[in-house]
C-alpha cells in the first residue's frame, strides 16, 4: 500500500516546524490551533486543507494562507535568499507582564493587537516592547530610548558584553530595560539617563535576562 502524498502545505509545514524547532504539539498548542488536524495535514492524510485550518499556521509563521498553499516554501533552504518568515515575520508587540506568559506559549496570537516586522534575522520567539519611562534616554547618543519606542527583543541572541537586555530584578514581576556589562566575572545592568538615580544593578544570574534587544522602531 502506497504511502499518502504529501500536499504543499503539508511539506511547508513540515519544513517550517523543523526549521524552528517545532513539532506538531509545539505548533498547534502556539498557533491555538487543533492538533489532530495538523497531524493528518503532516501526514498527508489531508490532501487539500481548507483555509480556515491552515490560517492560524499562516499567522503564526508570518506569511499569507496562498503561500502555504502554492508556493514550496523548502526550495528556498537551497538559494542565496533567506525564507520570508525569517526576514519579515510578524513580530508581536506585548505588554512588559506578558514577557513570561509569551515564552511559555501561554498567548492566544489571536489576542495580539499589534505587530511589526524587521528585515533583520531573528528567532521565532522574538516579541516587541513598548518603552516605558526615561530611565534609557541618552539625547545625543545612538543608543537612546524614550517613552513610546517599541524595542525587538530576540531571546535567543547571543548575550555579550554591551547587550541591550530585558532582565529580571527583584521579584517576578519586576523587569527592566537595560544596558549589560560584564567585568571581572561580575555583571551589571546600566541605565543609559546620566540623570537616572540608580546607575547601576548588578545582576547576580544570566537566566534572569530574558533577551536582547536588536532594533528600535519609532512611530510618528
Known amino acids: 500500500m502506497n504511502a499518502p502524498k504529501l500536499s504543499i502545505a503539508g511539506k511547508n509545514l513540515i519544513y517550517l516546524m523543523n526549521k524552528h524547532g517545532l513539532n506538531v504539539t509545539s505548533l498547534a498548542n502556539a498557533a491555538k490551533a487543533n492538533q489532530p ?27 499569507e494562507v496562498a503561500d502555504l498553499r502554492t508556493k514550496d516554501l523548502t526550495s528556498t533552504a537551497h538559494s542565496n535568499v533567506e525564507p520570508v518568515i525569517n526576514l519579515h515575520g510578524r ?43 526615561i530611565t534609557m534616554v541618552r539625547y545625543g547618543h545612538k543608543e537612546s530610548f524614550e517613552d513610546g519606542d517599541i524595542i525587538l527583543v530576540d531571546p535567543e541572541r547571543e ?21 549589560l556589562y560584564i567585568e571581572n566575572g561580575k555583571m551589571f545592568l546600566h541605565a543609559l539617563n546620566p540623570n537616572w538615580t540608580e546607575p547601576l544593578i548588578e545582576l547576580k544570574d544570566k537566566s534572569m535576562i530574558k533577551g536582547v534587544v536588536f532594533e528600535k522602531q519609532i512611530d510618528f
Do not use: C
Request: aromatic letters at 10%.
Open 91 to 133: 513580530i508581536p508587540v506585548i505588554e512588559w507582564t506578558s514577557i513570561k506568559d509569551w515564552q511559555n506559549m501561554d498567548i492566544n496570537i489571536k489576542d495580539i493587537k499589534e505587530w511589526r516586522s524587521t528585515t533583520r534575522e531573528h528567532s521565532s520567539k522574538t516579541f516587541a516592547l513598548r518603552v516605558k519611562g
Open 159 to 179: 548575550i555579550i558584553n554591551g547587550s541591550l537586555v530585558i532582565a529580571q530584578i527583584g521579584n517576578e514581576t519586576e523587569l527592566v530595560f537595560r544596558k
Open 37 to 63: 488536524s495538523l497531524f493528518r495535514i503532516v501526514n498527508g492524510e489531508s490532501r487539500d486543507p481548507r483555509e480556515d485550518t491552515l490560517k492560524p499556521y499562516a499567522e503564526y509563521f508570518g506569511i
